[in-house]
């Protein structure tokens, strides 16, 4: 493989370390830090676990507290939603008069949230604030912190196992686009597609997120009736996953959720350990997820990872930066490491390209391709961190440092956008966006053999 862009020199590396702590600074509101300004003023499921996993390198005492803040809104089922709405409600749709999660027993008084969940990446982020808190009052503060977070991790991964797997395979199911993280990724389209909306079902509303950013940067208004749709059925249901497992048109076991699920569950491992608890529970069910996403969700044919429809058991079509994620699984047959890495290396690259970025979350060419339309093209920065962490683990040092002199390139050249086109570097999308700060911050520190 040819290199693209240069590794990052330390003059550089300082300087954008100053830079994105600067993006986490002002997106910070005091109890946690919001995704970006304007388009997402709330607190947000797992980008508060890629900001505090950034925050770990320096500044571990606000990721503990954001981690804090963020499982008050837990629910009592152990559901952990997806936001955590901030003072002013009326800021973003959908809000809190849309979801009325209290329509569920299970809710928080007092906390507005929404109603469905998001990857469960938290685990990981507490483990690494207790891996880098370094003087012995630090450490003291690492341990009392896990002693309070570890029993809302461990209810939130039950959660997952006993509500959201119905057919009771070992994986979590998504119940809505949004709680993929990738919400309007081409692996949903056929699914979304098929949809049928009944007449007089769709509830009036507007959208908000076209007064801070470029439609062509967003999903269609087609898109977004389809996600108000599905959002509207499952608070009508009142929020009872029984119901909603039985009756939703989108049941989907994917490859990236459930491989973060198992990354965490193996993390909630050591934290038990830490905490002088039985680790092999967590293992027992990382090694049982894992399993899970080999038998259910790998191609063999085609060779890659594609997310399971659950309602008719087929596999999704769409080949898309989800694919990759199993690489998360440390514990990955070296066959299909192989596998993922010959894709990497030539399918979600574009040939004609001289400099093109990596790593596009849809390939490249592909019909459907879309260079600046969220999650249909563009390159995040989320999903190129997920994949140097996985490859990293797998010795494949190489793929590694492309995608981490990329992410630095992409930042270079736009800042710290929510998104950025594959062939000319350009930001789409939210600016001063956290993730992006937070995990580049995290690939710039973290040393070449951890
Ligand atoms: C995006 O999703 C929200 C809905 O949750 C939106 O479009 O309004 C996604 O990229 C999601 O993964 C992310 O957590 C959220 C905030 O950054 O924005």
Known sequence: ?????????????????????????????????????????????????????????????????????????????????????????????????????????????????????????????????HRRAGTAAERADARAFLERLYPRLASMHRYLAAARDPSGIDLATLVHPWESGLDNSPAWDRLLGDLEIPPGALPAYERRDLMHVDPADRPTDDAYDRFVYLAATYRDSGYDDATIVERSPFLVAGPLFNAIYLWSEEALGE????????????????????????????????????????RTGRLEPEATVISFVPLLDAELDTGIVDAICGDLGSTMFHPAAAAHFLVPTYGVGTPGFDARRYWRGPVWLNTNWLLWRGLRQHGRHEYAAEILASSVALVERAGFREYFDPLTGEGHGGDGFSWTAALLIDMLERPDGE
């Open 271 to 310: 934290i038990a350990t830490i905490l002088g608890g039985d680790p092999a529970p967590h293992r027992a069910r990382a090694r049982a997820i894992a399993r899970a996403i080999v038998r259910e969700l790998w191609e063999p044919e085609r060779r890659l990872f594609l997310a399971r429809d659950l």
């Open 1 to 129: 493989m040819r290199p693209h862009h240069d590794p990052p020199d330390p003059a550089q590396r300082d300087r954008l370390l100053t830079a994105a702590r600067a993006v986490l600074d002002r997106n910070w509101t005091g109890a946690s830090t919001i995704p970006a300004p304007g388009i997402y003023p709330h607190q947000w499921s797992w980008d508060t676990g890629f900001i505090a996993i950034g925050r770990s390198w320096g500044d571990g005492r606000r990721a503990a507290v954001e981690l804090e803040h963020l499982f008050e809104a837990q629910w009592a089922n152990g559901m952990l939603p997806h936001i955590r709405f901030g003072p002013d409600t009326t800021n973003y749709f959908p809000g809190p008069d849309f979801w009325q999660a209290d329509r569920s027993p299970a809710a928080p008084a007092g906390i507005e949230t929404s109603g469905i969940t998001q990857p469960p990446i938290h685990a990981v982020a507490a483990l690494e604030i």
